[in-house]
């Protein structure tokens, strides 16, 4: 079952297409992978999405009543907040009640190994520690579609071996999840499907079946090519 189709997108910044008609869709239970070089136009697809950027043709089609839980690409959080107050500051806005919330938050916190961080300032977190309040406050709500950009962007070895653990996690749990992501051993080893985008257009599309014969690396190098970067996005 189809929770998310991406029909003929574009994106138009001044005379630049940051997106070219890009289609694809999304299964239920499916975890997706965006992958393409910096300024491939995988952020700004994610954008349009989720309705941050308007779009300059193509549609989305979505059933509003879907939650979609996010975690951006660099997660800003007020610095004077504790890691349980962002948590909670985000409850407040999903409108959960503060039973639901405070299950919620314990849960999540011990997912992302920040229960014994709750009560420290995010000021004092690592970067890795900021990625995983990003994704602990993504699933907040328990949504039907989690969409990720760069999860593991500017994290150690160790940040990125947790992180890519809590996303299989998901995964195997039957969440629906989008990662974009320019790191190719990320999406291979973790994507059921992987979608390759170029200059904001589709450069290809591959499987588990088509990595049992290829690498991502030799599918992904065949499919971009020589082509050039366009726009600012990643």
Do not use: W
């Not at 938050?105 to 004092?124: C, D, F, H, M, P």
């Not at 690592?126 to 907040?140: D, N």
Request: net charge positive; with cysteine; charged share 25%.
């Amino acid at each position: 079952m189809k929770i998310l189709e991406c029909s003929g997108l574009v994106k138009m910044y001044g005379k630049v297409k940051a997106v070219d008609g890009l289609s694809f869709s999304v299964e239920k239970g499916e975890l997706l992978g965006l992958l393409g070089p910096n300024g491939a136009g995988k952020t700004t697809t994610i954008k349009m999405i989720l309705g941050l950027t308007s779009l300059s043709g193509g549609k989305v089609i979505i059933d509003r009543d879907i939650k979609i839980g996010y975690s951006p690409e660099t997660p800003y959080f007020h610095l004077f907040l504790t890691g349980y107050e962002v948590m909670r500051f985000y409850s407040q806005l999903q409108k959960l009640d503060r039973r639901t919330a405070d299950r919620q938050i314990g849960r999540l916190l011990e997912l992302t190994g920040l229960s014994g961080a709750a009560g420290k300032k995010v000021k004092n977190y690592s970067k890795g520690m900021l990625q995983r309040l990003a994704f602990a406050q993504a699933l907040l709500g328990e949504p039907e579609l989690l969409i990720l950009d760069e999860p593991t962007s500017g994290l150690d070895a160790v940040g990125r071996i947790e992180m890519l653990g809590l996303i299989e996690r998901l995964k195997y749990e039957g969440k629906t999840i989008i990662i974009n992501s320019h790191i190719l051993s990320d999406i291979e080893k973790t994507a059921d499907r992987t979608i390759i985008i170029a200059n904001g257009r589709l450069a290809g599309m591959t499987g588990k079946n088509d990595l049992a014969c290829n690498s991502l690396e030799e599918l992904f190098v065949k499919a971009v090519g020589g082509v050039a970067h366009v726009g600012t996005d990643t």
